[in-house]
């Protein structure tokens, strides 16, 4: 499809799902051999398996919260989405949570709250988070707003509602930048992508408070361009190993660990790769190498899928891997609702 195209949207919204559903089984494993991940994703194929039998987790139930919010107030509004995610907790604590962002989830509950940024501001001794719980919901936001401004003024506010240190929540704009971005065919050009990025985060980490985050957390001053160097780099070399990436990107439950490491795995993945089948799309590719690298998997793969979904588009998605998830069905319908919200926008053509 075209920039912006429906097929698009629901490419992005379904493949978030779907990364979250698939990644689950290998989540917080250290090593995730090629095989083990190839013999998972053919089990999709097995036409005796229930539907929706892969349940997703944390990373799509707030992404649920944030495109109910988003479509009913036809905007961002932040008592709305909170009050979401604490409805969503409470109904459905089991998701695999983080066991910081609970104490959030919990005090969002209250009736007595009058700031929805603050229990986020009190997490780890006033320092925030710095997990990928902003990032992994990120993407409805570039579904939402065509102009980047908003995508990354509202991804940020968004994120804020449980992450409040900058390096969580400047992850959550880095990962609606590349789905924006990627809905307007801008992986096409994979060298510019990358530099877009770039430019992007260096306005984005520009402000006094990535400045004090990063010497506190002794990263480099602007800690995601660094990382976004790191990923142009290891695009540049012919050949790249998982341990590499690992040790350059990150695998882990950090925004910074992992979602450099998303937009490296659909970059990397863009043309066919010696050890995935022949036979694979782009986005099977890209969820394959996601859950390889294990570490936090299903996040990992979550914010990839939705990248590479809003590139290739809903039509390289294999119908059997959509019936096996769970929501990726409402996704694909929600992502429906979406791109009218978003054409209807004076910047949404
Ligand atoms: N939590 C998981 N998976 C592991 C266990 C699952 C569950 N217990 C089960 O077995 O079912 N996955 C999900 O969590 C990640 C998103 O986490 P989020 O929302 O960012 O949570 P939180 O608690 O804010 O941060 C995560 C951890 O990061 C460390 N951390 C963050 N900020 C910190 C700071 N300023 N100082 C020190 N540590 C900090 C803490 O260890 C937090 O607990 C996704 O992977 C999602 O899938
Ligand atoms: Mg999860
Ligand atoms: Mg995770």
Same mark, same amino acid.
């Given at each position: 499809?075209?920039?912006?195209? $429906?097929?698009?949207?629901?490419?992005?919204?379904?493949?978030?799902?779907?990364?979250?559903?698939? /990644?689950?089984? =290998?989540?917080?494993?250290?090593?995730?051999?090629?095989?083990?991940?190839?013999?998972?994703l !053919?089990?999709?194929?097995?036409?005796?398996?229930?539907?929706?039998?892969?349940? @997703?987790?944390?990373?799509?139930?707030?992404?649920?919260?944030?495109?109910?919010? $988003?479509?009913?107030?036809?905007?961002?509004?932040?008592?709305?989405?909170?009050?979401?995610?604490?409805?969503? @907790? %409470?109904?459905?604590?089991?998701?695999?949570?983080?066991?910081?962002?609970?104490? &959030?989830?919990k005090k969002?509950?209250?009736?007595?709250?009058?700031?929805? =940024?603050?229990?986020?501001? +009190?997490?780890?001794?006033?320092?925030?988070?710095?997990g990928?719980?902003?990032?992994?919901?990120?993407?409805?936001?570039?579904?939402?707003?065509p102009?980047?401004?908003?995508?990354?003024?509202?991804?940020?506010?968004?994120?804020? $509602?449980?992450?409040?240190?900058?390096?969580g929540?400047?992850?959550?704009?880095?990962?609606?930048?590349?789905?924006?971005? %990627?809905?307007? /065919?801008? $992986?096409?050009?994979?060298?510019?992508?990358?530099?877009?990025?770039?430019?992007?985060m260096e306005?984005?980490?520009? +402000?006094?408070?990535?400045?004090?985050?990063?010497?506190?957390?002794?990263?480099?001053?602007?800690?995601?361009?660094?990382?976004?160097?790191? &990923?142009?780099?290891?695009? +540049?070399?012919?050949?790249?190993? *998982?341990?590499?990436?690992?040790?350059?990107? /990150? !695998?882990?439950?950090?925004?910074?660990?992992?979602?450099?490491?998303? *937009?490296?795995?659909?970059?990397?993945?863009?043309?066919?790769?010696e !050890?995935?089948?022949?036979?694979?799309?782009?986005?099977?590719?890209?969820?394959? @190498?996601?859950?390889?690298? /294990?570490?936090?998997?299903?996040?990992?793969? #979550?914010?990839?899928?939705?990248?590479?979904?809003?590139? @290739?588009g *809903?039509?390289?998605?294999?119908?059997?891997?959509?019936? #096996?998830?769970?929501?990726?069905?409402?996704?694909?319908? !929600?992502?429906?609702?979406?791109?009218?919200?978003?054409?209807? %926008?004076?910047?949404g053509?």
């Open positions: 499809g075209g920039p912006a195209s $429906l097929s698009r949207f629901r490419g992005a919204l379904v493949g978030a799902v779907l990364g979250d559903c698939v /990644g689950g089984e =290998f989540e917080g494993a250290e090593e995730v051999p090629m095989e083990n991940v190839l013999r998972h !053919n089990s999709l194929d097995d036409d005796t398996k229930g539907d929706g039998i892969l349940e @997703y987790s944390d990373d799509t139930a707030m992404a649920r919260c944030v495109v109910q919010s $988003l479509l009913t107030r036809a905007g961002f509004d932040e008592q709305d989405m909170a009050r979401r995610f604490a409805k969503e @907790y %409470s109904v459905s604590p089991g998701r695999g949570y983080g066991s910081g962002v609970i104490q &959030v989830l969002l509950s209250s009736p007595q709250l009058s700031d929805v =940024f603050q229990p986020a501001r +009190d997490q780890f001794n006033g320092r925030g988070s710095f990928n719980g902003g990032a992994m919901r990120a993407a409805p936001f570039a579904l939402a707003f102009d980047l401004a908003d995508v990354k003024r509202f991804a940020r506010l968004g994120a804020m $509602l449980t992450h409040s240190c900058s390096l929540y400047n992850g959550a704009v880095l990962q609606a930048l590349a789905v924006h971005l %990627s809905l307007q /065919g801008a $992986l096409d050009l994979p060298q510019q992508f990358i530099s877009r990025l770039i430019t992007e306005e984005v980490e520009g +402000d006094e408070a990535t400045r004090s985050d990063a010497r506190v957390l002794k990263e480099a001053e602007k800690p995601f361009c660094d990382r976004l160097h790191r &990923v142009k780099d290891l695009m +540049d070399k012919s050949k790249v190993s *998982i341990e590499e990436v690992i040790s350059e990107l /990150g !695998n882990g439950i950090a925004a910074l660990h992992s979602v450099p490491t998303a *937009i490296f795995c659909v970059l990397h993945c863009l043309q066919p790769r !050890n995935l089948p022949e036979n694979y799309g782009g986005l099977q590719r890209t969820m394959a @190498y996601s859950l390889a690298l /294990g570490g936090d998997t299903d996040t990992i793969a #979550c914010m990839a899928g939705a990248i590479a979904g809003a590139h @290739y *809903i039509e390289t998605i294999p119908q059997t891997w959509i019936k #096996c998830c769970e929501g990726a069905e409402d996704a694909d319908a !929600n992502a429906e609702h979406l791109h009218t919200l978003y054409h209807q %926008s004076p910047q053509g």
